[in-house]
């Protein structure tokens, strides 16, 4: 912007200036870094679509209308309204440059906030104040309203910054209320007149209307005055000014981001969509471990503890979670968070009403009176999960332990510890008591005696408003959801005996996942044999038969040995007393040959025979093929023995 005769003025089409010097042209292959920059308060353009403004509850008229005033190089708030006044600014821009994007990653942008980014609004301010006043950050597209970040009581002078993650026309709004729900006295504003916020600069980045103090290379040329942006994954090296596509398991995030440093890796257990965003799909794979938590998708509401004001009015806190919506194929609303109005008042589309959505957030609930027919009013929302960090099983990761332990969650002998699955959520506004941001891990147990569909959620019995510190936030979600997946390989069959030619198959898990259902099956059996025996029995089966066919076998050969024995034996002792002589003496031989002619008279008794088996068992030795029991010799005449 340049000054002329006074007042601030936008440079002209693809011209540039720093405010002391006059607007100049870009170079070829640039282009101008639009803007709007407020820093000085006294002098403001006729088009800076800035106004203040001042709104009471249920749509009552402040005393004084503006609610802040210029003051050179700030604006603040006004004394004179009712405590419970909202005095607030709003800023309208028309829209950002970067070409329109499609309604998935607009979802996945008011999602995880870390999508494409289309510019930056930043702003320093500063709240006095002597109790727990509240300030707000609060973004408008059409007629939602999302409820950015919240500041309360004293805080210091702080710059704070928001990526916008969408390219439509946006109005941006700042509003400051001197009480809280828990201080409902408003006697007590005459001890706040001195309590006041302050802003001192607000500057929007990358708008379609607006001046520019300095001109950006273009590595893919320039069309209307603007940059071409480069394609989705991508960053622009400062080297050779080209589109150079990011490692794997890397996002980018901005329009024309510079440099290799603008790749982002993902956390563990998520994966990159489209280049620019980190989700998770409601899976989680460790080891041969396969979880699937589709089935806890929906937005769930878990009440804390009812407490009171110091004037007696009840109040309580509610968190809504909407654990599996960052899979950009579902259609499962986010979580709903409201701000000063009642559910059925958000139902008719107030432009009024206050609202934002996000996967983890916090209201604070004021619930009707005894007889009081309107609805419960829902304020203050809070933002737990403006960041999806990561899935993991590992607790020593992210102080996850501690925060357990805390919690009473975990006991120094639990076993539980390595199968649980934490979701951790980063809400990166910091503040002055939690100093890196709040933090909100839901822990996923798995129950599987629980096979109801939501499971059951809760709150730390220690700290029963879900925080123990209140930046750090803990949710324990039992569920059979929440085991591993059981597959085949996890199951074992049992056999029951064979009974009647039937027995039933039982087949059921080795470990602890879902669903641990037990099959029975009936199948046809054996009563010879059957696959569930043991070794030793099956041994024992086979070789029963086969000593008992030996066995057959050699007791048949016995017998058969046995009564060959007793033939032969026979023979000899009819031999023996057909001689008439003494026992075991041969007979006496009359000649020692035969005559001529002559025949033998006597039965041959031929030991030449083959050898048969057992001959050993004979009571005489054996002798050779050509002996015999008696010598013969031929004689050619009659001879006498003597």
Known sequence: MQMNNGVCEFCGSNQYSDGIEPCAPCRGSTAPETGIFYQWWNNL???????????????????????????????????????????????????????KQSAVSSEIAGILGDAVVYGTISFIFELNCSSQCSFLFLQHIGKEVEVINSWSGQTPKTKYAYNVTSDLATNFSWSFQQISV??????????????????????????????????KTCPKGIIEDRCIPCPEGTFVDPNTTECVTCRPNTVVRGVNAWGA???????????????????????????????????????????????????????????????????????TPLAMCYSNVSKDQMDSESEDSLTYQLPVCRS?????????????VSINPLSLSDVL?????????????????????????????????????????ATKACRNGRRTVITLRCDTKDASKDGALSLPSHCPDGTCDGCNFLFLWTSAHACPRCSKDDYSEFKEMCINGKQRVIKRPTKLCYPDTVSIDVVTCSLFWQDNWPLWLKIVVI?????VLLGLILCITVCYCWMKNRKLEYKYTKLIESTGGRDGELPGVDTCALDDGEEDEFDAVDFKKKARFFGKFSPYPRRGKESALFDQMSLSEKSPLT
């Open 45 to 99: 353009p006729p088009n800076a679509n800035i106004s203040f403004f001042c709104l009471l509850p249920a749509g009552r008229s402040c005393a004084i209308k503006e609610g802040w005033t210029t003051a050179n190089d700030h604006i603040r708030t006004l004394r004179g309204n009712e405590a419970n006044a909202y005095s607030l600014v709003s800023l309208h821009i028309g829209g950002f440059r970067g070409g």
């Open 182 to 215: 828990e201080d409902d006295d408003l006697t007590l504003y005459t001890n706040r007149l001195a309590d006041m916020a302050k802003i001192y600069v607000i500057s929007v980045t990358n708008t379609e209307i607006g001046g520019a103090d300095h001109c």
């Open 261 to 331: 440093e603008s790749c982002v890796e993902c956390g563990e257990g998520l994966e990159p969509y489209r280049k620019t965003t980190c989700i998770n799909r409601c899976t989680f794979q460790s080891g041969n471990n396969t979880y699937d938590f589709s089935a806890l998708a929906g937005v769930h509401t878990i009440e804390g503890p009812h407490l009171f004001t110091t004037s007696g009015y009840k109040y309580y806190h509610t968190f809504n979670i909407s654990l599996c919506y960052h899979d950009p194929t579902a259609s």
């Open 364 to 376: 604070t609930i004021l619930p009707s009176s005894p007889g009081d027919p309107s609805p419960p």
């Open 389 to 429: 960090l990561a899935v993991t099983n590992k607790p020593e990761k992210y102080n996850i332990t501690e925060m357990m332990k805390e919690a009473k969650f975990y006991s120094d002998d639990n076993t539980t510890r390595q199968t649980d699955i934490h979701f951790v959520f980063m809400a990166e506004a």
């Open 543 to 547: 070789l029963v038969p086969v000593v």
